[in-house]
């Protein structure tokens, strides 16, 4: 039987790694670090989060809460890894990043069956089932080699990363601790701003001396991730409808909602680093330390990291994947992960979830199907592999890319609606289509 090689680390890589092995298949992880990294990078480990360590909404009634839970009842690693490493966030699951990739490569080395190279993969191994989850920062020579084998140039797309700041340089006389719409204390710290102080923020952040993009680069930026100035440039109040909403909070000491409001999210579990919500940005390291201390609260702030741009490759997965993520012109190549066209870490892993139960099916020629449309993570599969036209674009898993509810479901109903709906489809089709692992 063909060996299995799984190129690439991070969630996804992981994820189909964990379901495999369990399964009692035998299998070889490659990674490239520690020797070489990507730009984003900075551990050594796998399971790198490099963005963020929110995870979104851990309620099931929501669309990222569902996929999570779906993937908890398939033993997800990742998601298990999550909870056990989780960091307060309100209504969000999110993570101590360190301990999180700290348990997910502890678990993995100690995994029966898995063999784990740490070495540049710099050609598609030949020979093997191969799931391909270099993420969308798959490095030159692979990338190269991808654009060759489907026979175009790779598409891709601008994230950004939001800067950090040391929690003991946070004025907390300025700022107040709350959550949208919830009573008592709250998880989040929230710099709130008057009218004439979001004007005047704005006017700085349009000011301010940006990063140019380098000559092979072409600005796309994903919708879900846009970098502040990009917000900024499209109105006077984009931010303040955006990143900035202060809808949901009200200030104590003027018991209003503030005219706009920049919210602080804990980024360990010691809670010495917080993360600034949504402000991505390709501003010059400067110019984000004079324009973000402008901001009540972080007049003194110390940046542990600022933010900054990195390139995402991924493929038209449309046109080259079956609903298996199999390759249409080689089906013993598997793809996974952001390559395939998903955004986030949740959904990500998903995919080398599903990657990684489909392999199993098909080396012991069992019977295997797609999770249904009406699961959150069919109907990721149905964005990834359902044909469509030349504007495929990443995509967070959201209820719109479902199978749609019958007539007559009022509005407030919906998420709890698709809840029951999908936990319902997914247990009988994990009953038919995965089967038990053995112990």
Sequence with gaps: MKPIIIVGGGLAGCEAAWQLTRRGNEATLVDMKPDKRSPAHRSPRLAELVCSNSLRSNDPASAAGLLKEEMRRLDSLVIASADATAVPSGKALAVDRVLFSERI??????????????EECREIPGGAHVILATGPLTSAPLAAAIADLVGQQSLYFYDAIAPIVD???IDRTKVFRASRYDAGEGDYLNCPLDEEQY??????VLGGRDIPARAFEDERYFEGCLP????????EDTLRFGPMKPVGLVDPCTGREPYAVVQLRQE??????FNMVGFQTRLARPEQERIFRTIPGLGKAEFL????????TYIHAPTLLTDTLQLRANPDLIFAGQITGVEGYVESAATGLLAGLFLDRIRRGLPFSPPPR???LGALL?????PGGKGYQPMNINFGIFEPLGPGVRKRDRGERYRQRSLAALEEWKCRSVGTPPP
């Design 105 to 118: 490569e502890r678990v993995l080395l100690g995994q029966r069956g898995l063999r784990i190279v740490r």
């Design 167 to 169: 929690a003991s340089t």
């Design 199 to 204: 004007r005047s923020f704005r006017l700085a």
């Design 228 to 235: 502040v100035e990009v917000l900024a440039r499209r109105g």
């Design 268 to 273: 360990n579990r010691e809670g010495t680093l």
């Design 305 to 312: 990291r600022f933010g900054s741009i990195h390139r995402n």
């Design 374 to 376: 009406t699961t959150a």
């Design 382 to 386: 149905g964005h990834v592999s359902s």
